[in-house]
């Protein structure tokens, strides 16, 4: 059985979704007040538990082979912080698995995830890291690139579908391989028992290293009409975002932060071992456009 740690989150639901399709086995870890029970209709098998409480772990994971996880505090508040999720809960939940008998552990991890990085969340990532190497389970780790879900809707999508400007942070020239996350997904489910995964770290990005400039353009032709863009320096808040507490604060920081660097990766090779048709850029707006406006954590809709 396959134990799930994060799928009421964009990234380990898709990967949940897919097992189930696939007639696996599936445990999850939630939360009671998660919006759990979708996944549970699909037929996933639900167990309470906080990464915050150890002691909730030991029993999700009695009779599990494999255990995947997603989970983290980024876009969370309270009680759950980079520091309680990302860093004591990755701890207690590496502990736990190494005294269950799993056979792999499928850690989803960030490109830049360093024990030694200066921001917080790539600093615990890189530490759950270096502990799952050091315990002696059979460990994949999957270090992404920026997903394109997450960012681009925020960015360009949701502004460019009402013909509102679009803000970038500098000049929007740096290339970052962005990744859908069903690509994400199908690379976690892929890597499930392939020895190509087995003790490996694997960085995952998508088929093409494209700049800020190149997605406004990408909208452009998708909705066949031109996004008109400002742009402001590292370090001013973007503007025309909800009202949301911290939300400006953290997509300005993260765009000042990508222009920092670029983040090219080839990923052919990555892809053909594991079977995934990676999701071009003009195919993921598409699918964008196509579909309804996104929710946002505020509970608007993508203008
Ligand atoms: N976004 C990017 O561009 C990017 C780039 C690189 C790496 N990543 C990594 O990709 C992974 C997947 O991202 P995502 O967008 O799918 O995340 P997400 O949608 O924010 O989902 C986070 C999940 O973690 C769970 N979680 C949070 N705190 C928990 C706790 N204390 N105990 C148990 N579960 C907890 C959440 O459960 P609840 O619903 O109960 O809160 C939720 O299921 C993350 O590890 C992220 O760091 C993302």
Same mark, same amino acid.
């Given at each position: 059985?396959?134990?799930?740690?994060g799928a009421?989150?964009?990234?380990?639901?898709?990967? $949940?979704? %897919?097992?189930?399709?696939?007639?696996?086995d599936v445990?999850i870890?939630?939360r009671?007040?998660?919006?759990? %029970?979708?996944l549970v209709?699909?037929g996933?098998q639900?167990?309470?538990?906080?990464?915050?409480?150890?002691?909730?772990? $030991?029993p999700?994971?009695?009779g599990?082979?494999?255990?995947?996880?997603?989970?983290?505090a980024?876009?969370?508040?309270?009680k759950?912080?980079?520091?309680?999720?990302?860093?004591?809960? +990755?701890?207690n939940?590496?502990?736990?698995?190494a005294r269950?008998?799993?056979q792999q552990f499928?850690?989803?991890?960030?490109?830049? $995830?360093?024990?030694d990085?200066?921001v917080?969340?790539?600093r615990?990532k890189?530490m759950?890291?270096a502990?799952l190497?050091? =315990?002696?389970?059979?460990y994949s780790i999957?270090?992404l +690139?920026?997903?394109?879900?997450?960012?681009?809707?925020?960015?360009?999508?949701?502004l460019a579908?009402t013909?509102?400007?679009?803000t970038?942070?500098?000049?929007?020239?740096?290339?970052?391989?962005w990744?859908a996350?069903a690509?994400?997904?199908?690379f976690?489910?892929a890597?499930i028992g392939?020895?190509?995964?087995? +003790? %490996?770290r694997?960085?995952?990005?998508g088929p093409?290293?494209?700049?800020?400039r190149?997605v406004?353009a990408?909208?452009?032709?998708?909705?066949?009409r031109?996004?008109?863009?400002?742009?402001?320096?590292p370090?001013?808040?973007?503007? +025309?975002l909800?009202?949301?507490?911290?939300?400006?604060?953290?997509?300005s =920081?993260?765009?000042?932060f990508l222009?920092?660097?670029?983040?090219?990766?080839e990923m052919?090779e990555?892809a053909r071992t594991?079977?995934?048709?990676?999701?071009?850029?003009?195919?993921?707006v598409?699918?964008?456009m196509? =579909?309804?406006p996104?929710?946002r954590?505020d509970g608007?809709?993508? $203008?």
């Open positions: 059985m396959i134990l799930i740690i009421t989150g964009l990234v380990g639901g898709l990967i $949940a979704r %897919q097992l189930l399709q696939n007639r696996q445990r870890l939630v009671p007040n998660s919006p759990y %029970q979708p209709e699909a996933a639900p167990i309470f538990g906080d990464l915050k409480d150890p002691l909730s772990l $030991a999700a994971l009695a599990i082979d494999t255990v995947v996880s997603t989970a983290t980024g876009q969370r508040s309270g759950d912080t980079i520091d309680s999720v990302d860093l004591a809960g +990755n701890q939940l590496i502990d736990a698995v269950a008998g799993v499928i850690f989803v991890s960030a490109l830049g $995830a360093t024990p990085s200066p917080p969340l790539m615990a890189g759950a890291e502990r190497r050091d =315990s002696g389970i059979g999957l270090a +690139n920026g997903i394109m879900d997450v960012m681009l809707p925020w960015i360009v999508g949701g579908r013909g509102q400007p679009v970038l942070v500098g000049e929007g020239r740096r290339r970052h391989s990744v996350a690509d994400v997904a199908a976690a489910v890597a392939h020895l190509a995964a087995m +003790n %490996q694997l960085v995952i990005g093409e290293a494209v700049s800020w190149d406004v990408t909208y452009e032709r998708v909705l066949g031109p996004i008109s863009v400002q742009t402001i320096a370090g001013e808040l973007l503007p +025309n909800p009202p949301v507490p911290g939300l400006a604060d953290a997509l =920081s993260v765009m000042a222009e920092t660097f670029d983040s090219p990766i052919a990555t594991f079977g995934v048709r990676l999701t071009p850029l003009e195919g993921f598409r699918q964008e196509a =579909s309804a996104s929710p954590p608007l809709a993508h $203008a």
